[in-house]
């Protein structure tokens, strides 16, 4: 809670791995409290309009997000863009060819998944995607419920990480492309999770770097991934380097998200909060109206 706004700048719908519509994820955001929400649905931004209603029928903020995959030294990274220009030509030109490079990895996966005896993966995550995009959770619900295991977590394990069946190496977007996409929309880059990144201290101070050097202007400190330690590792880094700090649930839906809604705690002290200067996000006793 930040002077009596609950403010969430990462949620997903099921635009793409979420289990809520965007209007259902934006009730559910203002049900648990939350006043400032961002939706940011990875490599899509179709969602927007369609949550930027809900949000001005339930009185709240939404912000204009996405989480854009990324390659970085062969890991992937997520890029969180926050108050991104959704009508921006370049911005939807290139999230439509990581999406492209998505159904790709999404045959490869479902094609790895037969070698192992699997069949019927792709169809099946297909047909349940509907319009949206392809994730690894689709196909972990795939296997779930045709009880391949117990639940998601078991289930990333044992098919969906490195060297297992339905894993494929995938090339996403670089790092250069995604914070000048963002930036250039008029958004703000925020490296996501970042302590869900297997990257030791030294190339963290060098993605650090490179990521500022790009434009980047924020890291998410507080995320339902991070622990209690990591909030205070990760708002030193954001120290050390003059970022911004930004916190945000990563709700997915239930059952499979690391943190329900409206349960964030504070940002550490010392850090700037990315929304600082953010004119559109407003105390409560502010006299003008806020739009959505
Ligand atoms: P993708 O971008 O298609 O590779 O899918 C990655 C998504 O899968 C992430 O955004 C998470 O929502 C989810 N995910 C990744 N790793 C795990 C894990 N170990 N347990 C549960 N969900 C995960
Ligand atoms: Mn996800
Ligand atoms: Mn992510
Ligand atoms: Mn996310």
Redesign the pocket.
């Known amino acids: 809670m930040t002077n009596g706004l609950m403010i969430d700048l990462h949620s997903?719908s099921n635009i793409s791995?979420g289990l809520l519509s965007p209007t259902e994820l934006v009730a559910h955001a203002a049900q648990h409290g939350v006043s400032v929400l961002a939706l940011t649905d990875?490599d899509d931004i179709s969602g927007l309009p369609e949550a930027r209603q809900a949000a001005s029928l339930h009185g709240i903020q939404l912000i204009h997000g996405v989480e854009i995959?990324v390659t970085w030294k062969k890991r992937?990274l997520?890029i969180v863009g926050l108050n991104v220009d959704v009508e921006n030509e370049a911005l939807k030109t290139g999230l439509a060819a990581v999406r492209q490079g998505?159904l790709e990895r999404a045959k490869q996966m479902s094609a790895g998944l037969e070698k192992s005896g699997i069949h019927g993966s792709f169809e099946w995550a297909s047909a349940r995607a509907g319009q949206s995009i392809?994730?690894?959770?689709h196909f972990?619900r795939f296997l779930v419920e045709h009880q391949y295991a117990k639940d998601?977590?078991s289930v990333?394990?044992k098919y969906?990480?490195k060297g297992k069946p339905g894993f494929v190496d995938h090339q996403w977007m670089d790092l250069e492309s995604a914070v000048s996409l963002i930036v250039n929309s008029g958004g703000e880059a925020v490296l996501a999770h970042p302590g869900r990144y297997d990257i030791r201290r030294t190339n963290m101070l060098l993605l650090l770097e490179e990521f500022r050097g790009l434009g980047g202007t924020a890291i998410e400190v507080v995320t339902g991934s991070h622990t209690g330690a990591q909030y205070v590792e990760y708002a030193k880094y954001a120290q050390l380097f003059g970022l911004k700090a930004s916190q945000g649930s990563d709700y997915?839906g239930k059952g499979?998200s690391f943190m329900e809604m409206g349960r964030l705690p504070a940002l550490p002290s010392g850090c700037i909060p990315v929304w600082q200067d953010w004119p559109h996000v407003r105390l409560p006793s502010d006299p003008s109206p806020i739009e959505n």
């Open positions: 997903h791995d990875h995959s992937t997520h998505r392809l994730t690894r959770m972990a998601t977590k990333f394990k969906l990480v997915h499979i």
